[in-house]
């Protein structure tokens, strides 16, 4: 990549107040919020199981269904397919297995394949976790 070109970048992305998902995140717990699902944006989660130095996962929404915590994870590009995760992701994942965490994985590019809009997604794998989690299935 020509020096420009990487300077250019490098400026827009210091310069950039939000995530490159957050219009994306804002449509899903909108469209959530709108069925009953208060699901909270970037929240700190502290659990000493988790693999990080600081014991920190800031997982992109979260909700708490009774005394169950459900996590939502957009997944772009840069976290892999669903098939291929990258390493980082996998251990992301890990870590809310090994904290007893629910975690939803909306991936973008498998919405995209699919023709399925990421809110409709989201909304039909909330339902489908609550409704394991009301049967006694975790």
Request: with cysteine; proline share 3%.
């Amino acid at each position: 990549m020509p020096r420009g070109k990487k300077s250019f970048i490098h400026q827009a992305n210091k310069n950039r107040d939000r995530n490159s998902d957050a219009y994306k995140l804002d449509d899903v717990q909108q469209h959530l919020t709108q069925q009953g699902f208060n699901f909270i944006r970037e929240r700190e989660i502290h659990n000493t199981l988790f693999s990080t130095r600081n014991a920190i996962r800031v997982p992109d929404l979260s909700y708490w269904a009774g005394d169950k915590l459900i996590v939502i994870e957009l997944d772009g590009g840069i976290h892999g397919s669903l098939e291929m995760p990258t390493e980082k992701t996998m251990k992301r994942n890990a870590d809310y297995n090994r904290a007893g965490i629910i975690y939803i994985l909306l991936n973008e590019e498998q919405c995209k394949a699919e023709n399925l809009p990421v809110v409709d997604l989201a909304s039909y794998r909330v339902r489908e976790v609550l409704t394991k989690l009301e049967a006694g299935d975790n």
